[in-house]
């Protein structure tokens, strides 16, 4: 969705912490200049500003980057790229929403979705004690609308990781889900023969 020329012509937006919770369109959003140190995401026309995150789910991220790398070595050909924090997005302008989850995974040949972007096979969320609402319940609603065929929600806090996978279609789509703990390989019906288990994501992590 572009900018209209007289949402061009007014002064620039600039956001940061303090406006935590402001209403926003997708326009403004898009449009805004942001205050480095910070995250931003528009929830359904609300600004989220979120802290840069910390070290340990930094690592636990890095893990999901190495996950990727070793499914792509074994299965080469299928994954086109994959990303965090503002490398992937999640947008669905009608209902003023922009994610940006903390790892994707984009296929090869993958469709664009409302504004051009490639639509992500699988998003994943790091829980952290601040976005445990976030994560279990605004983003499982926000990833189901806008199409995404898998969504992990990868928690430390409770030592396991929750798949959801989207089932049926239209007015009757919603998210089946399986947990996995410890030493469960974790099973991914976008990523067929994945060998990873829940361990391998915390390896690391609380050096």
């Known amino acids: ?33 942001e205050e480095e140190g910070h995250r931003y995401e528009l929830a359904r026309g609300v600004l989220e500003v979120s802290d840069i995150p910390k070290p340990r789910h930094r690592r636990t991220v890095a893990n999901l980057f190495r996950l990727a790398a070793a499914y792509d070595r074994d299965h080469p050909g ?5 990303g ?11 209902i003023d929403l922009a994610r940006h989850p903390d790892f994707g995974i984009v296929f090869r040949n993958a469709p664009l979705d409302d504004v051009g972007d490639l639509r992500p096979v699988m998003v994943a969320e790091v829980v952290s004690p601040s976005s445990k609402t976030r994560d279990y319940q605004a983003k499982r609603r926000d990833y189901l609308d806008y199409g995404i065929p898998e969504y ?56």
């Not at 949402?7 to 369109?25: F, S, Y």
């Not at 299928?78 to 994959?82: E, R, S, T, V």
């Not at 989207?166 to 994945?194: A, K, M, Y």
């Open 78 to 82: 299928l994954i086109d790229y994959f």
């Open 152 to 207: 992990w929600i990868v928690d430390s806090l409770h030592g396991q990781v929750t798949v959801l996978v989207r089932q049926g279609e239209g007015t009757n789509v919603t998210w089946s889900e399986r947990v996995f703990r410890g030493n469960d390989v974790i099973e991914s019906p976008s990523l067929p023969g994945l060998t990873a288990t829940v361990a391998d994501l915390w390896k690391g992590v609380a050096d």
């Open 84 to 94: 965090g924090g503002t490398e992937i997005r999640t947008a669905i302008p009608q």
């Open 1 to 33: 969705m572009s900018i209209t020329p007289q949402e061009a012509a007014r002064p620039q937006l600039h956001i940061g912490p303090a406006d935590h919770g402001r209403p926003l369109t997708w326009a403004e959003f898009l449009a805004a200049e």
